[in-house]
T-cell receptor
């Protein structure tokens, strides 16, 4: 079974803090993704990576950065957290040449910025 | 305006009943459409995937249909169970690129005993 794990299920941070969200997958997937999910909106892509040290901006990259130093690990960084970044963050992974299969999602991290 | 619209936003049905969820999209070009199930507090899990040449795909009690001409899809759930309570998300891909998927906001289904 594919497993995508996220470092925290719930996080509470203060405005201005630097926040790290970690994601690990165990299926040797090339692609990894970070999304945010807000009520009434579909998932929105923040960043994705198709290889180690490679990254591409998604639809809403402002205020975020990412790091992929190892194939299995993809980190999302909020350099200076703001209240409008309160959201559910979902990590996903997939094979790069098998897009018709599926993305596998982690359980999500619910972040509250006070 | 979201390129993938789902209706209804929420739905409550009794256990054992059938229901149909709708997805309309304006995404173009079109490559494939997926339905995901997302349990509360969990990430989405894939139910079905259909390309433009497929108009029906089943996965147990879940049956998805696709009309690529009218850009509509539906997810029919037969003989609902309490465990079907979840959000159902419609996702449309344009060119099968990693960053071209468009997600609907989801339909929240509650199955009551």
């Amino acid at each position: 079974d594919v497993k995508v794990t996220q470092s925290s299920r719930y996080l509470v941070k203060r405005t201005g803090e630097k926040v790290f969200l970690e994601c690990v997958q165990d299926m040797d997937h090339e692609n990894m993704f970070w999304y945010r999910q807000d009520p009434g909106l579909g998932l929105r892509l923040i960043y994705f990576s198709y290889d180690v040290k490679m990254k591409e901006k998604g639809d809403i990259p402002e205020g975020y950065s990412v790091s992929r130093e190892k194939k299995e690990r993809f980190s999302l960084i909020l350099e200076s957290a703001s209240t409008n970044q309160t959201s559910m963050y979902l990590c996903a992974s997939s094979f790069v040449y098998r897009l018709r299969e599926t993305q596998y999602f982690g359980p999500g991290t619910r972040l509250l910025v006070l | 305006k979201n390129q993938v619209e789902q209706s209804p936003q929420s739905l409550i049905i009794l256990e054992g009943k059938n229901c149909t969820l709708q997805c309309n999209y304006t995404v173009s070009p079109f490559s494939n459409l997926r339905w995901y199930k997302q349990d509360t507090g969990r990430g989405p899990v894939s139910l079905t995937i259909m390309t433009f040449s497929e108009n029906t795909k089943s996965n147990g009690r879940y049956t998805a249909t696709l009309d690529a001409d009218t850009k509509q899809s539906s997810l029919h759930i037969t003989a609902s169970q309490l465990s079907d309570s979840a959000s159902y998300i419609c996702v449309v891909s344009m060119l099968e690129l990693a960053n071209d998927m468009r997600f609907g906001a989801g339909t929240r289904l509650t199955v009551k005993p």
